[in-house]
């Protein structure tokens, strides 16, 4: 499944500019078909899964010092 802008939204519950935000981070999994931005499902949830692991990892590590 593709995802519009609007979608990651909504799935989210972010606003408009932090959806935008997301998008044209470096390591978002975006396709860009002109000017449409879609989004896979299945990789945004691949992503979401991926950046809970670092950032638990981050925290366990300011937790240690």
């Known amino acids: 499944d593709l995802m519009t802008v609007k979608d990651l ?3 989210l519950g972010v ?3 932090k959806a935008y935000e997301l998008v044209n981070a470096p390591d978002f999994p975006v ?6 931005i879609r989004i ?3 990789l945004l949830e691949e992503w979401i899964i991926k ?3 670092v950032e638990r990892w ?8």
């Open 9 to 11: 939204q909504d799935y």
């Open 15 to 17: 606003g408009r500019a």
């Open 31 to 36: 396709l860009r078909i002109g000017r449409s």
């Open 40 to 42: 896979p499902k299945n």
């Open 51 to 53: 950046n809970v692991e």
């Open 58 to 65: 981050a925290i366990t590590l300011e937790s240690r010092q």
